[in-house]
């Protein structure tokens, strides 16, 4: 079965600190994978996406992204944190074949300190 | 920048009766979807929706629930008779094909009492 696993509820970050918000999964063969944001009483946005190629991804607002095969793990980071990055971060991941239905993690809130 | 529209944006509705939730899905895609997120939980696939028929579901979407797209442009999701625990935020998605990254609206927070 899909599972998407973020083991952090909260991650605290000091502003211009790098940050990490960690993610690992649990699909057979080569997963898509996705990070989201949610601000305050705001939908869902898209932040980065990991289809094929290269592991390393780029996403919106300076956010990247690492597919890591061996470790199972998606972790999202930033070179350098804004207080204004301060929000609600969910893996998702989704089959490549099949259901197409994203399945997503418990979420992470990440504070950014001034 | 084009986006998924939900209204209405919070619903209040007494147990038993009937509740719909509307979305308009950004107009060239093709693949529809709706979400739940009960508070403090995780985001969870209840169905999608494809060429005009539901091509998955979830054990959540049972019986009292439907969903339709009446007009080439709306997609709804009705609760037929609404239970206390079908309180939670409503997140209706879209993609333009099978591949491509989800977009979504900004939810309508349902309070069932």
């Known amino acids: 079965a899909q599972s998407v696993a973020q083991p952090e509820d909260q991650v605290n970050v000091a502003e211009g600190n790098p940050l990490t918000v960690k993610c690992t999964y649990s699909v057979s063969g080569n997963p898509y994978l996705f990070w989201y944001v949610q601000y305050p009483n705001r939908g869902l946005q898209f932040l980065l996406k990991?289809?094929?190629?290269?592991?390393l991804v780029k996403g919106s607002y300076g956010f990247e992204a690492e597919f890591n095969k061996s470790q199972t793990s998606f972790h999202l980071k930033k070179p350098s944190a804004l207080v204004s990055d301060s929000a609600l971060y969910f893996c998702?991941?989704?089959?490549?074949?099949?259901?197409?239905?994203?399945?997503f993690g418990s979420g992470t809130r990440l504070q950014v300190q001034p | 920048e084009p986006e998924v529209t939900q209204t209405p944006s919070h619903q209040v509705t007494q147990m038993g009766q009937e509740v719909i939730l509307r979305c308009v899905p950004i107009?060239?895609?093709?693949?529809f979807y709706w979400y739940r997120q009960i508070l403090g939980q995780k985001v969870e696939f209840l169905v999608s929706?494809?060429?005009?028929?539901?091509?998955?579901k979830s054990e959540i979407f049972d019986d009292q629930f439907s969903v339709e797209r009446p007009d080439g442009s709306n997609f709804t999701l009705k609760i037929r008779s609404t239970k206390l625990e079908d309180s939670a935020m409503y997140f209706c998605?879209?993609?333009?094909?099978?591949?491509?990254?989800?977009?979504f609206g900004q939810g309508t927070r349902l309070t069932v009492v």
């Open positions: 998702a991941e989704r089959q490549t074949t099949g259901r197409r239905a994203l399945t």
């Open positions: 929706f494809y060429n005009n028929e539901i091509s998955e």
């Open positions: 107009s060239n895609h093709l693949y």
């Open positions: 990991y289809i094929t190629g290269d592991n």
């Open positions: 998605a879209s993609t333009r094909d099978k591949n491509t990254e989800a977009f």
